[in-house]
Antibody
Framework: EVQLVESGGGLVQPGRSLRLSCAASGFTFDDYAMHWVRQAPGKGLEWVSGISWNSGTIGYADSVKGRFTISRDNAKNSLYLQMNSLRTEDTALYYC?????????????WGQGTLVTVSS | AIQMTQSPSSLSASVGDRVTITCRASQGIRNDLGWYQQKPGEAPKLLIYAASSLQSGVPSRFSGSGSGTDFTLTISSLQPEDFATYYCLQDYNYPRHFGPGTKVDIK
């Protein structure tokens, strides 16, 4: 059974940093691209960042480019999102999602999310 | 960046109705599009990939069509469990963009 478990969310002040993690199990992690998707309270889905199976291709939403860094550790079956210079508008539920392909496709499995609240 | 629009933003329908939702890309994306269903308090669920391929386990009343810039999601006979918000997502390139969503509620 595929499982994606996010952690690392919490309350943080504007301008500070936070690192999210996603622990994956139930599939061959290093065969698939992975993504972070967020959803602000009461709003729609926003793709944040994606990384190919070998970290060779990485993409970011314009809203986070230069502030967030995605990475993965295939030996640990883990995905990460380093979030720096956080803003109040980064407040959202952050989902980890598994891609159907190694280099980029649709997202066939999702975690339950970790909540990030940016507030003073 | 490729922008995605959806219409309508919301609709009211009855059980048994045929429902169609449209998604448009700001430039051609071949058939690199998927559809998702999200219910309150739940993670999104993939329904359709490659514009028209039904994801495993998804009921056959859901179907997708289109290529290039215009796509549709059709629910042939709306069921009580289908009341939810639906999103499209292009996987043609980075950065990815979801459509703004279409909320389907009970008439």
């Amino acid at each position: 059974e595929v499982q994606l478990v996010e952690s690392g969310g919490g309350l943080v002040q504007p301008g500070r940093s936070l690192r999210l993690s996603c622990a994956a199990s139930g599939f061959t992690f290093d065969d698939y691209a992975m993504h972070w998707v967020r959803q602000a309270p009461g709003k729609g889905l926003e793709w944040v960042s994606g990384i190919s199976w070998n970290s060779g291709t990485i993409g970011y939403a314009d809203s986070v480019k230069g502030r967030f860094t995605i990475s993965r550790d295939n030996a640990k079956n883990s995905l990460y999102l380093q979030m720096n210079s956080l803003r109040t508008e980064d407040t959202a539920l952050y989902y980890c999602a598994k891609d159907m392909r190694g280099s980029g496709g649709q997202f066939d499995y999702w975690g339950q999310g970790t909540l990030v609240t940016v507030s003073s | 960046a490729i922008q995605m629009t959806q219409s309508p933003s919301s609709l009211s329908a009855s059980v048994g109705d045929r429902v169609t939702i449209t998604c448009r890309a700001s430039q051609g994306i071949r058939n690199d599009l998927g559809w998702y269903q999200q219910k309150p308090g739940e993670a999104p669920k993939l329904l359709i990939y490659a514009a028209s391929s039904l994801q495993s386990g998804v009921p056959s009343r859901f179907s997708g069509s289109g290529s290039g810039t215009d796509f549709t999601l059709t629910i042939s006979s709306l069921q009580p469990e289908d009341f939810a918000t639906y999103y499209c997502l292009q996987d043609y390139n980075y950065p990815r963009h979801f459509g703004p969503g279409t909320k389907v509620d009970i008439k």
